[in-house]
């Protein structure tokens, strides 16, 4: 069982020149079969560091490349999410075959759900936001806390004053 970065070469690999670009694939492969993943990264050839296993950074795609350090961390990325999917099938007492983790990562890739705050009114965000802030799951110094909660005490009062004023409630989509 393991995860390695390839090229994935479409044709012979004598056909490419240096200059080709090639899309980076996530190899995972357990007992014998393989699961490619498109990782959505190209990088030239002559970019690409063949025993970058070896090396003590462990990144694929060398410092010849324009993009060299945001590419690496995406294929990271990539890397943990499958080595995640791992972990979490193992945790369920199953063995972590190449089609569970396909099934697994189809599941994860497509399930988007946007939540919006399109109901709750400007100034109730805005306490819950203060109430956030002043809270320990904030991770800022006090001094910075007690500067954001000046902002935050006068947005609310503007906003209870128009409110008041206009004789409406504010919701986040009137906001510009």
């Not at 025993?51 to 943990?80: A, Y």
């Not at 990562?105 to 203060?130: A, G, P, V, W």
């Not at 110094?141 to 004023?165: A, D, G, H, L, P």
């Amino acid at each position: 069982m393991g995860v390695h970065f390839i090229l994935q070469y479409k044709k012979p690999k004598k056909e490419y020149t240096k200059n080709d670009e090639i899309l980076v694939c996530v190899r995972y492969y357990h007992k014998g079969k393989n699961l490619n993943i498109g990782s959505g990264i190209k990088c030239k050839i002559k970019d690409w560091n063949d025993n970058w296993v070896n090396t003590i950074r462990r990144e694929p795609i060398l410092k010849s490349d324009k993009d060299w350090k945001d590419k690496n961390l995406k294929l990271k990325d990539k890397e943990s999410e499958i080595n995640n999917i791992v972990l979490q099938i193992e945790k369920d007492g199953e063995i972590p075959y190449v089609d569970i983790v396909k099934s697994h990562l189809k599941n994860h890739q497509y399930l988007k759900i946007k939540k919006s705050l399109k109901k709750i009114h400007f100034y109730t965000l805005f306490e819950m936001f203060d109430n956030w802030v002043n809270s320990d799951l904030y991770p800022n110094r006090k001094s910075y806390v007690r500067t954001i909660n000046t902002s935050i005490k006068e947005i609310k009062t503007y906003t209870e004053e128009y409110q008041f004023k206009h004789k409406i409630k504010l919701l986040p989509q009137d906001i510009d």
